[in-house]
């Protein structure tokens, strides 16, 4: 009897074992098959971005003019940029050129004599950006790569024609947008050690924490941004809580990094590498104090602000010095996450349109 009881027991212990190891298997072949399902779509959506045949057109406006030894040489570039050349000269470069009641001839002077032949003004950016910008291959190619996303995901969209230009650091938002097409301007991407940036007579346009990002690794990231904020604000959703523009910067965001996902994290919230680690750490402390504070429906301006604006770090209550800033466009971000985890069938491009901050909220189940 003892001797059969041992004998089922065995049985039965080996019974439990293949029935563990069956739901073990089981568990990990389920595993490898939804993993190699992920794989086959990033696949699939990356095959379908690498297939799109597209070339940007990028044009070298600040080579072609500096190229010019005469103003008749300056009035040829009307017919090669005719949409942008009006732009530049009567807009960008007003006050040097002159304004509308200039003539064109008279213009084409002003800029030759007051901008392009000078030493120590558009022949010094003239030479730094020769220096930090020996060609545009490496640019046009991650350009590329960034429209094609653009591209898959937004198939109806027209790609612009790109221009590149230099001002003398008098635009303060490096893109000029017109009718599929936008300048980019490269003065704005000299290098942080650029001199003219820490001028005295320019410190309230350029503060430490923008000239920090002054420079050519942050040029894709804020086209493609510029891009992309306009994108969202053609759907014309604005709200006037705070919650509200947490959300559309964290469309902005998350639109962005599917657009250039191999640049650095850090690099798309403009944040050196400690502070995304800061924010990471403390992503639920963060999170924790803007609840307890009552700030997320808030419509006061200031509140905005302090939480979204760009500075060397967030300024509303209980943050200040050592932190990220733009805290708010983080925590848009993070929450846009979640609610595409939650919904991973939407687009892009319903992710755009979807106006309600607070469902949006409610239904990402943002706990961090």
Same mark, same amino acid.
């Given at each position: 009897?003892?001797?059969?009881?041992?004998? $089922?027991? !065995?049985?039965? =212990?080996? %019974?439990?074992?293949?029935?563990?190891?069956?739901?073990?298997?089981?568990?990990?072949? *389920?595993?490898?098959?939804?993993?190699?399902?992920?794989?086959?779509?990033?696949?699939?959506? *990356?095959?379908?971005?690498?297939?799109?045949?597209?070339?940007?057109?990028?044009?070298?406006?600040?080579?072609?003019?500096?190229?010019? /030894?005469?103003?008749?040489?300056?009035?040829?570039?009307?017919?090669?940029?005719?949409?942008?050349?009006?732009?530049?000269?009567?807009?960008? %470069?007003?006050?040097?050129?002159?304004?509308?009641?200039?003539?064109?001839?008279?213009?084409?002077?002003?800029?030759?004599?007051?901008?392009?032949?000078?030493?120590?003004?558009? $022949?010094?950016?003239?030479?730094?950006?020769?220096?930090? !910008?020996?060609?545009?291959?490496?640019?046009?190619?991650?350009?590329?790569?960034?429209?094609?996303?653009?591209?898959?995901?937004?198939? /109806?969209?027209?790609?612009?024609h790109f221009i590149t230009f230099l001002s003398p650091l008098v635009v303060n938002?490096?893109?000029?947008?017109?009718?599929?097409? +936008?300048?980019?301007?490269?003065? %704005?991407?000299?290098?942080?050690?650029?001199?003219?940036?820490? *001028?005295?007579?320019?410190?309230?346009?350029?503060?430490?924490?923008?000239?920090?990002? %002054?420079?050519?690794?942050? $040029?894709?990231?804020?086209?493609?941004?510029?891009?992309?904020?306009?994108?969202?604000?053609?759907?014309?959703?604005?709200?006037?809580?705070? +919650?509200?523009?947490?959300? =559309?910067?964290?469309?902005?965001?998350?639109?962005?990094?599917?657009?250039?996902?191999?640049?650095?994290?850090?690099?798309?919230?403009? #944040?050196?590498?400690?502070? $995304?680690? #800061?924010?990471?750490?403390?992503?639920?402390?963060? #999170?924790? /104090?803007?609840?307890? *504070?009552?700030?997320?429906?808030? =419509?006061?301006?200031?509140? +905005?602000?302090?939480?979204?604006?760009?500075?060397? !770090?967030?300024?509303?209550?209980?943050?200040?010095?050592? =932190?990220?800033?733009?805290?708010?466009?983080?925590?848009?971000?993070? +929450?846009?996450?979640?609610?595409?985890?939650?919904?991973?069938?939407t687009s892009l491009e319903q992710l755009i349109l979807l106006k309600d901050a607070?469902?949006?909220?409610?239904?990402?189940?943002?706990?961090?």
């Amino acid at each position: 009897m003892f001797l059969y009881f041992l004998i $089922l027991c !065995f049985n039965f =212990t080996k %019974m439990i074992k293949k029935s563990l190891f069956i739901i073990l298997f089981s568990m990990l072949f *389920s595993f490898l098959i939804n993993s190699c399902k992920n794989d086959v779509q990033d696949d699939e959506n *990356s095959n379908g971005i690498m297939n799109i045949k597209l070339e940007v057109e990028l044009s070298r406006f600040d080579v072609d003019l500096f190229n010019a /030894k005469t103003a008749d040489d300056i009035l040829k570039l009307k017919n090669k940029y005719p949409d942008f050349y009006p732009v530049y000269v009567y807009q960008i %470069m007003n006050g040097i050129s002159g304004d509308f009641r200039t003539s064109e001839k008279e213009s084409a002077i002003n800029l030759l004599k007051n901008f392009i032949t000078v030493p120590d003004f558009g $022949l010094w950016l003239k030479q730094r950006a020769d220096t930090v !910008f020996p060609n545009l291959d490496d640019f046009k190619k991650d350009l590329t790569l960034a429209m094609k996303h653009y591209k898959f995901y937004f198939q /109806k969209d027209t790609i612009p024609h790109f221009i590149t230009f230099l001002s003398p650091l008098v635009v303060n938002f490096p893109f000029i947008e017109g009718t599929n097409q +936008i300048g980019v301007g490269l003065d %704005m991407y000299l290098g942080s050690d650029f001199k003219p940036y820490h *001028s005295y007579n320019l410190a309230d346009q350029f503060p430490n924490y923008r000239i920090r990002k %002054m420079r050519k690794d942050y $040029l894709l990231r804020d086209l493609i941004t510029a891009i992309v904020v306009k994108k969202i604000e053609k759907a014309n959703l604005t709200g006037k809580r705070l +919650i509200d523009d947490i959300i =559309t910067e964290g469309k902005t965001l998350y639109i962005t990094n599917a657009l250039i996902p191999q640049i650095e994290d850090s690099i798309k919230l403009g #944040w050196t590498p400690n502070q $995304l680690e #800061w924010a990471l750490k403390y992503e639920s402390d963060i #999170w924790a /104090k803007m609840v307890d *504070s009552k700030c997320l429906y808030s =419509t006061k301006q200031e509140d +905005i602000r302090d939480y979204l604006n760009d500075g060397p !770090f967030t300024t509303a209550d209980g943050f200040g010095a050592g =932190t990220a800033p733009r805290i708010g466009a983080y925590i848009g971000w993070q +929450i846009i996450k979640k609610y595409i985890n939650n919904y991973p069938k939407t687009s892009l491009e319903q992710l755009i349109l979807l106006k309600d901050a607070d469902e949006i909220l409610i239904k990402s189940k943002y706990k961090p």
